[in-house]
């Protein structure tokens, strides 16, 4: 197990931290958490502001490739895929890969590269055989799940991979930092310090990767 950045290419998002703030309210948690058009292509308050494919996630695909040693024709799979730019980026690699989301709205607004490798499901019972996947990610995605779900989904990740793993997950260090994560979250459910996770990871055996999501 080891803590390793794999988005150090993504641009930096740009949030307005007291504005989410200030507008927020149950009614844009509660439709953020229905994964739809408004929390992908809707206003920002309600999620992402637009969601669409502009090539960012083409560093990240080569550096998991190279990271995990991935070659043509190893499987993957995203756990958490959206509209599967990740997946689309690994495919155009030559990588034999899979997503699975909960989002209808994403998942028929996806890429035209990734039709039938993107699945509608949950993390917490992923439909695919034991040890299908040479290389099984989940990416900003396993703490919108409560805490229990997320251990069975560690679980589920470890079930159907083989041998390389990596998760990234809302954190911070400092209550400072917390303050900042509570005023901007809509969909994270499960959340902690850096011990925290990692206890998590050690209550059900994970023996994969990881990074934080981090605000400042």
């Not at 930096?12 to 931290?17: A, D, L, P």
């Not at 992402?48 to 990271?67: M, S, T």
């Not at 779900?149 to 679980?155: E, H, R, T, W």
């Not at 260090?173 to 050690?202: M, R, S």
Request: proline share 3%; net charge positive.
């Amino acid at each position: 197990m080891t803590e390793i950045n794999l988005l150090n290419s993504l641009p930096k998002s740009k949030r307005n931290i007291e504005d989410r703030k200030n507008k927020k309210t149950s009614e844009h948690i509660k439709i953020s958490c229905e994964y739809g058009k408004m929390y992908f292509d809707g206003p920002r308050e309600y999620g992402y502001g637009g969601y669409f494919y502009d090539g960012r996630w083409k560093p990240v695909a080569k550096d998991i490739c190279n990271n995990y040693n991935l070659k043509k024709n190893n499987k993957f799979l995203d756990i958490g895929c959206a509209k599967g730019f990740l997946v689309k980026d690994m495919l155009d690699l030559g990588i034999d890969s899979y997503g699975i989301d909960i989002s209808d709205y994403a998942l028929k607004n996806s890429e035209k590269e990734t039709f039938g490798r993107l699945h509608k499901g949950c993390a917490i019972s992923l439909p695919f055989p034991d040890n299908c996947f040479d290389c099984v990610v989940s990416i900003n995605t396993l703490h919108n799940l409560n805490k229990d779900d997320f251990l069975i989904a560690l679980k589920e990740m470890m079930r159907v991979g083989k041998k390389y793993f990596f998760i990234q997950v809302d954190s911070y260090n400092n209550q400072h930092q917390k303050n900042i994560f509570e005023d901007w979250v809509l969909t994270a459910k499960c959340h902690n310090y850096p011990e925290g996770w990692l206890q998590l990871f050690k209550n059900v055996g994970y023996k994969g990767d990881w990074y934080w999501t981090i605000m400042e």
